[in-house]
């Protein structure tokens, strides 16, 4: 009789943990599910899908939606939302540019100059929601017009041109047959990804998204860790916007508008929860390729950029709703 | 319940504006017992229990620990004194993993090098509070379950226990059970008395007079912002508690 019970009590808890790690993992096997069925559909629906060229637009594409979904992840499982991301990529790839045309910068020096705007930029947003107490979408908000406006007033609302050829590299390079972009974005996953889930940093940005005031009270510097959150997430968009200004060979102030709702999507797709204490960096990385995707393929399925905007729409509202529907279901079992 | 206090509360204070929550409130625990603080709505106890553990700072009055004056200026304060506390609602991370919750904000590190730049030894916490666990009679599915897994009374064992676990002297409960059914009421209580078994003191704040006469050593009573009554649990009834909650019966001489 003993061995029995033992053995139903070793298959309960075997069931008990593979359902626990499904359902936290759930969104991001979905999303990869996706994932694998898009890229099959369009390898079968445009001769020029997986073409050496396309690959490595996607490669290049995906990099720079993933390097600041990542930072928007950060964001999130702090329980808030940067919608200034799209601002502060254009400011920081316009300052880069402008310090390699008017003061022959290189493309490195330049990358620093647009990550410490980019920090800049963070600080402020991380200020304001952790010592002004205004609620994150609103300190983004302002940052994202703050920012933009002064985008346009830098550089009186036209394009930072006449780049020399070597600006490129960052873009555009490869290092051994891969794109140059891929290697820093798999730094940046390895390094945030490495922070949020085996660093005591990470620990309490997750508790402080998930339950603020228990994090509060088990003796986290809150308001400093929030505002580090930022300040990091910056960092990132400013490498995001440097990179994205590369490609293009040129600064634009016009960059990155509505780019906050494709980081958004890639994030809570991938599993980062609106309401704060979970989401993961693989999660992210599956969902910036997939919002690439939907991007590359229409437009080699020559579908209108409008519907684009209409399908990303769609997908927000699908992820948020799912991820809705997982915590309640949660919740109703406790 | 000789020698001094562990804890002791002298004529403390606290007014929130025009508003005096507590009025010259004492209360008294010993080592190795538990002590239920009851009284009606309004009449204190969670103003007390917050003072006690560093949340509001006093007004007035002297909170004392092993017979030394002491002054918390936040709950970390109390916490490194060595009263732990559970508050009414929780204060867990329901994302975070049991092992996260038992060590957050008190997190291992790995040695060396790698601990230095902060990385964790997740490995360490997770047997610790296994082994913690293990040792109060919390029984949940693995260390590794996100809180949001587990039932009411699970994620009442697992803030309790991560009181007991850090405390060195007191832990504070308020209202432990007030949200959980009659299995899980008893989980709870049953630890209670493991956690005072192992030498530690409990205040325990609760509406339920039956539970408070099963699990306490003695009972104190506040009515309006100070102590009214006191009772040793083994000679009071259900009855004289309500009388003394009301204010139709005091131990105490309020001057």
Request: charged fraction near 15%.
């Amino acid at each position: 009789m003993a061995t029995v019970d033992q053995a139903v009590g070793w298959r309960g808890r075997l069931e008990e943990w593979l359902r626990e790690r499904i359902s936290v993992a759930v969104s991001e096997v979905t999303a990869a599910t996706a994932l694998a069925v898009l890229f099959i559909a369009l390898s079968l629906a445009s001769p020029y899908f997986l073409t050496a060229d396309n690959l490595f637009n996607i490669g290049s594409q995906t990099a720079v939606i993933a390097i600041i979904a990542v930072a928007q992840t950060m964001v999130i499982i702090t329980k808030g939302i940067d919608l200034s991301v799209g601002s502060v990529a254009a400011l920081a790839g316009v300052a880069g540019a402008m310090v390699v045309r008017d003061l022959g910068f290189s493309v490195w020096e330049a990358s620093a100059v647009a990550v410490a705007v980019g920090a800049a930029a963070g600080l402020v947003n991380g200020l304001l929601v952790s010592f002004a107490r205004l609620p994150p979408f609103i300190a983004t908000l302002g940052m994202m017009s703050a920012g933009r406006g002064l985008v346009f007033i830098v550089t009186g609302a036209v394009g930072v041109y006449s780049l020399p050829e070597s600006f490129q590299l960052l873009g555009n390079g490869v290092i051994a047959g891969v794109p140059f972009t891929i290697v820093v974005t798999a730094a940046v996953a390895l390094a945030v990804g490495g922070l949020l889930s085996q660093s005591r940093f990470g620990q309490h940005v997750y508790a402080m998204g998930s339950n603020l005031e228990a994090a509060r009270r088990s003796g986290i510097p809150v308001r400093r860790n929030l505002t580090a959150v930022y300040v990091l997430a910056g960092m990132l968009v400013g490498l995001g916007g440097v990179i994205a200004a590369s490609r293009v060979n040129s600064g634009q102030p016009n960059y990155g508008i509505g780019l906050e709702l494709d980081v958004i999507a890639a994030a809570v797709i991938g599993g980062a929860s609106l309401f704060g204490g979970q989401g993961r960096i693989v999660g992210t990385l599956i969902g910036a390729f997939l919002i690439a995707l939907v991007r590359n393929g229409s437009v080699l399925l020559g579908i209108n950029i409008h519907y684009q905007q209409l399908i990303v729409g769609l997908i927000i509202w699908a992820a948020v709703y799912f991820d809705q529907f997982r915590r309640r279901r949660l919740e109703s079992r406790g | 319940m000789s020698g001094e206090p562990v804890l002791e509360a002298r004529g403390i204070v606290k007014r929130f504006g025009h508003v005096a929550a507590l009025s010259g409130a004492h209360l008294t625990v010993h080592h190795g017992e538990v002590v239920a603080l009851i009284g009606d709505n309004g009449a204190g106890k969670s103003t007390l229990i917050k003072v006690l553990s560093g949340v509001h700072p006093p007004d007035e009055g002297e909170i004392r620990l092993g017979g030394r004056a002491v002054a918390f200026s936040s709950p970390v304060d109390a916490r490194r004194a060595g009263v732990e506390t559970v508050y009414q609602d929780l204060a867990v991370a329901d994302d975070l993993s049991v092992a996260a919750n038992l060590y957050l904000g008190r997190e291992i590190k790995r040695r060396g090098p790698l601990g230095r730049i902060g990385l964790l030894d997740k490995r360490a916490m997770r047997r610790g509070a296994a082994e913690a666990l293990e040792q109060l009679g919390v029984r949940i599915p693995r260390v590794t379950t996100p809180i949001s897994m587990l039932s009411g009374g699970q994620r009442q064992s697992v803030a309790v226990a991560r009181a007991v676990v850090w405390a060195t002297d007191v832990v504070i409960l308020d209202e432990p059970t007030a949200a959980l059914g009659v299995v899980q009421t008893r989980r709870v209580l049953e630890l209670v008395e493991r956690v005072r078994d192992a030498g530690m003191s409990v205040v325990l704040v609760s509406h339920n007079m039956p539970q408070v006469l099963e699990v306490a050593d003695r009972v104190e009573v506040m009515r309006l912002g100070r102590r009214t009554a006191r009772f040793a649990a083994a000679e009071a009834t259900t009855d004289d508690l309500v009388a003394a909650m009301t204010g139709a019966l005091t131990t105490e001489s309020l001057d």
